[in-house]
């Protein structure tokens, strides 16, 4: 069956960094264009970073641009996103996902497959 699993979440400081990781099996990995999401308690799900199914395409929210960083290795079925300089507002549940197109959107109802999540929390 289809399975998004994140990892990477943690606890880190203001400035500090994380490398969230979600490893993809039960469909075909390089014909989906891949996302990561995030949300903080008490708000909506908000857009962070899409990557086109080749990788050579990738598109940021303005908050999170020059600071994380989108990736993906089709021989491992798993995208990345390297996230650095990170502050307090960017605490929250951390999800991929998964849409079969070629670019990806920033619009959570056009994935077709979501991970459980993973938290990041970053202290001030």
């Known amino acids: 069956q289809v399975q998004l699993v994140e990892s990477g979440g943690g606890l880190v400081q203001a400035g500090g960094s994380l490398r969230l990781s979600c490893a993809a099996s039960?469909?075909?990995?390089?014909?989906?264009?891949m996302g990561w999401f995030r949300q903080a308690p008490g708000k909506e799900r908000e857009f962070v970073a899409v990557i086109s199914r080749s990788g050579g395409s990738t598109s940021y929210a303005d908050s999170v641009k020059g600071r994380f960083t989108i990736s993906r290795d089709n021989a491992k079925n798993t995208v990345y996103l390297q996230m650095n300089s990170l502050k307090p507002e960017d605490t929250a549940v951390y999800y991929c996902?998964?849409?079969?197109?070629?670019?990806?959107?920033?619009?959570?109802?056009?994935?077709?497959?979501w991970g459980q999540g993973t938290q990041v929390t970053v202290s001030s």
């Open positions: 039960g469909f075909t990995f390089s014909s989906y264009a």
């Open positions: 996902a998964a849409a079969r197109s070629i670019f990806g959107s920033s619009r959570f109802y056009e994935y077709d497959y």
